[in-house]
């Protein structure tokens, strides 16, 4: 197993495994690049990219509380910038950064126009932007209960609420066709090389599964050794009960995700139902 597979190997959704592993070959990050993390969340995209390059990383986010959490599996080493702040107005310099990664981050942004000409400011000529959002056209075994809906045409649940939310859970404003994202990108002025769309094939209510699996881990009375199965930040921590039946059970149902998203590892044409769309693009030199 080489070391991005040891990163990953906690992963339990396999769409975001998927997606940061298309993030990482767009970006092909070099030592001496500068890097930004647009919308970083709890930092996983700059963990990885901590963990595998000796590059300097900017990781911004709107939310202070998330931010706290990304400093906790962070390492202190001096090459990351953690720091509270909106994409629509960074408070870098033009053309500063050499690759940027923004994944699943549009969809949440009110202004998602004036959040990618703030991307290509920031970018340097020539440089790689790598991004990831949510499909509009999604698999209906993802999220049955919001695809019929939309099939009534009585819209979709709350995306407020992470359980019947589904696909638009954690707030989406909104999701993306493939032409769409292109368009946004190329309004901003950056020369799209490449668009993907990535995971057609996932169990039943997959979304759901992996909602009530983290309040499992997350909420309940388990031992450290289940949320450290289920924890993806701590990949690198081996668990001395491994062989209690907890665990057990979290692997065996693991296994089966991943048998399924075997059937993932082709190209899918871009009309095919999936849950996200990659994208490479560059600012022109």
């Keep these: 197993m080489n070391k991005t ?32 993390d647009a919308g970083c969340g709890e930092g996983f995209y700059t963990m990885v990219f901590q963990e595998l390059f000796n590059c300097e990383i900017s990781a911004v986010d709107s939310d202070i509380s998330i931010l706290e959490r990304a400093a906790k599996w962070l390492k202190n080493n001096g090459r990351v910038n953690i720091k509270q702040g909106d994409i629509c ?102 020369v799209v090389d490449k668009v993907e769309v990535l995971t057609h094939y996932g169990l039943p209510f997959n979304h759901l599964v992996l909602v009530l699996g983290k309040r499992f881990y997350t909420k309940l009375p388990v031992s450290e050794s289940v949320k450290g199965a289920m924890e993806k930040f701590a990949w690198n921590e081996r668990s001395n009960e491994s062989q209690t039946i907890f665990p057990k059970v979290i692997s065996s149902v693991f296994n089966v995700f991943k048998k399924v998203d075997e059937l993932n590892n082709r190209d899918f044409d871009l009309k095919d139902s999936a849950m996200a769309i990659s994208v490479k693009a560059r600012k022109p030199l």
């Design 89 to 190: 107005e960074l408070t870098y310099p033009d053309n500063y950064f050499d690759k940027v990664v923004c994944s699943e981050v549009l969809e949440h942004i009110n202004d998602d126009t004036k959040a990618t000409s703030e991307l290509y400011r920031v970018t340097k000529p020539g440089g790689v932007l790598a991004v990831t959002v949510p499909n509009s056209n999604y698999p209906a075994l993802w999220d049955p209960l919001n695809k019929i809906r939309q099939f009534l045409g009585l819209g979709h649940f709350n995306p407020k609420s992470e359980v019947w939310g589904g696909i638009w859970a954690y707030d989406h404003k909104r999701l993306y066709s493939p032409q769409e994202i292109r368009s946004l990108l190329e309004k901003a002025g950056f």
């Design 5 to 36: 597979d040891n990163i990953l190997s906690k992963v339990g959704d396999l769409n975001f495994k998927r997606r940061v592993l298309k993030m990482l070959d767009y970006l092909a990050i070099s030592d001496s690049d500068k890097v930004l």
